[in-house]
C-alpha cells in the first residue's frame, strides 16, 4: 500500500485556520456521515443522524455525486469551510477529521492520509457504505423512525 505524502502533517501543526484550499478538502474522511438528515433533540440539543442520506450521495463509494454543484442542487447542504467549520462541530461525528484537528486531536489510524486509502474507514463501518438509503420519497415527519444507533463517531 502506498503511503501519502504526510511528513508535514499539515493537519497537526497547522491548524484548520491555516490550511490551503487542497489540504481543507484532503482534510474530509470522505465517510458520508455529513450527507446523512440529522434530526435535533429540542430538549437537549443533541443530534441524531438518521439512514437517510442526500439524494446526491453515493451510498456505496460515499462520495457527492456533483460535488462542484452540491450546494445549488441542494440548497440545505451546508459546504463545510474554515469560515462556518465553528457551527457545525456540534453536529459533525467526533470521528471527523475537522472534529478532530479543531479539538486539538490526530487523526484516527484509518484516515486515509494516514492509512494510505479509505479501505481500513470502509473495512471498520466508519463510513455510510452499503448502510443508508436516499432519503427521497420519505416524509420529513417520518425520519424519526430512521435514527441510527451506531453512529458514535468513534
Given at each position: 500500500m502506498t503511503q501519502?505524502?504526510?511528513?508535514?502533517?499539515?493537519?497537526?501543526?497547522?491548524?484548520?485556520?491555516?490550511?490551503?484550499?487542497?489540504?481543507?478538502?484532503?482534510?474530509?474522511?470522505?465517510?458520508?456521515?455529513?450527507?446523512?438528515?440529522?434530526?435535533?433533540?429540542?430538549?437537549?440539543?443533541?443530534?441524531?443522524?438518521?439512514?437517510?442520506?442526500?439524494?446526491?450521495?453515493?451510498?456505496?463509494?460515499?462520495?457527492?455525486?456533483?460535488?462542484?454543484?452540491?450546494?445549488?442542487?441542494?440548497?440545505?447542504?451546508?459546504?463545510?469551510?474554515?469560515?462556518?467549520?465553528?457551527?457545525?462541530?456540534?453536529?459533525?461525528?467526533?470521528?471527523?477529521?475537522?472534529?478532530?484537528?479543531?479539538q486539538g486531536l490526530?487523526?484516527?489510524?484509518?484516515?486515509?492520509?494516514?492509512?494510505?486509502?479509505?479501505?481500513?474507514?470502509?473495512?471498520?463501518?466508519?463510513?455510510?457504505?452499503?448502510?443508508?438509503?436516499?432519503?427521497?420519497?420519505?416524509?420529513?415527519?417520518?425520519?424519526?423512525?430512521?435514527?441510527?444507533?451506531?453512529?458514535?463517531?468513534?
Amino acid at each position: 500500500m502506498t503511503q501519502p505524502n504526510t511528513e508535514s502533517k499539515f493537519w497537526w501543526r497547522q491548524g484548520l485556520d491555516a490550511l490551503n484550499s487542497d489540504q481543507w478538502e484532503q482534510l474530509c474522511d470522505g465517510c458520508g456521515l455529513c450527507c446523512l438528515h440529522k434530526l435535533e433533540d429540542e430538549e437537549t440539543g443533541e443530534y441524531h443522524y438518521t439512514s437517510l442520506a442526500c439524494d446526491l450521495l453515493n451510498t456505496t463509494s460515499c462520495e457527492c455525486g456533483d460535488y462542484e454543484n452540491r450546494t445549488e442542487r441542494v440548497p440545505e447542504c451546508l459546504k463545510l469551510t474554515q469560515q462556518n467549520y465553528h457551527q457545525a462541530l456540534p453536529w459533525l461525528p467526533n470521528s471527523c477529521a475537522y472534529k478532530r484537528v479543531a479539538q486539538g486531536l490526530d487523526l484516527p489510524r484509518w484516515h486515509h492520509l494516514r492509512a494510505g486509502g479509505k479501505a481500513l474507514m470502509h473495512k471498520h463501518g466508519l463510513s455510510v457504505s452499503g448502510k443508508v438509503q436516499h432519503a427521497a420519497g420519505i416524509d420529513e415527519d417520518d425520519y424519526q423512525e430512521y435514527v441510527l444507533q451506531w453512529v458514535d463517531g468513534e
